[in-house]
């Protein structure tokens, strides 16, 4: 089946750094790759749609600045959280369409556990 | 915003009971999924159910969706300790989006 991989599965920063999360599909061709955000015992939030080649779509109060979005290429998107503070600390998540299942299929990362101090 | 709310928002129950999870919605759907998450944990993929689909089984899951009410059921039968999680359902509205509900919190009790 669809793997899709995070690095790293944590971090632990200090509040002003940035932080770069990778997300791979790993054997298949995502055109699309979605980013999530999840605070303790809440529900998944989509924070921005990233399409290969293309700016990614940012959901309503996402900041784009704050969260930088690239998808290189088509097995990978990277979300870096720039001058992260400690209201950033969050679990992400992110998801990838594609594979021999279908585009209704979306494969999700075991997710980055960020702590910023 | 988030397109599906989960009901009851917290369930307990007795191992070897059913657990019952509703889910309601409010645009129209190309598909519903449901997902379990452990705690600290990432997605587990449970089920998906297309909109011209009414019921769908996988093991002790069972599935329904009614389109005109933008509601679904799961039902988790004969319940095990390990079925103890965070169980979400999401929709996927046409527009490229899996956009989660609230989640339904399911303790099973020994």
């Known amino acids: 089946g669809a793997v899709v991989s995070q690095h790293p599965s944590w971090v632990i920063c200090k509040s002003g750094t940035s932080v770069k999360i990778e997300c791979r599909s790993l054997d298949f061709q995502a055109t699309t790759m979605f980013w999530y955000r999840q605070f303790p015992k809440q529900s998944l939030m989509l924070m921005a749609t990233?399409?290969?080649?293309?700016?990614?779509?940012?959901e309503q109060g996402v900041e784009k600045d704050k969260f930088l979005i690239n998808h290189a290429s088509l097995t990978l998107s990277t979300l870096t959280v720039t001058s992260a503070h400690p209201e950033d600390s969050s679990f992400y998540i992110c998801?990838?369409?594609?594979?021999?299942?279908?585009?209704?299929?979306?494969?999700f990362g075991p997710g980055t556990r960020l702590t910023v101090l | 915003s988030q397109q599906g709310e989960e009901d009851p928002q917290a369930l307990s129950i007795q191992e070897g009971e059913n657990a019952t999870m509703n889910c309601s919605y409010k645009t129209s759907i190309n598909n519903l999924q449901w997902y379990r998450q452990n705690s600290g944990r990432g997605l587990v993929h449970l089920i998906l159910i297309r909109s011209n689909e009414r019921e769908k089984h996988s093991g002790r899951l069972r599935v329904t969706l009614d389109t005109s009410k933008k509601s679904s059921s799961l039902l988790i039968t004969a319940s095990r300790a390990a079925d103890t999680a965070s169980y979400f359902c999401?929709?996927?509205?046409?527009?490229?989006?899996?956009?989660f509900g609230k989640g339904t919190r399911l303790h099973i009790l020994p």
């Open positions: 998801s990838a369409r594609g594979g021999t299942s279908g585009p209704d299929t979306q494969y």
């Open positions: 990233s399409n290969e080649g293309s700016k990614a779509t940012y």
């Open positions: 999401a929709t996927d509205a046409w527009d490229d989006k899996i956009i």
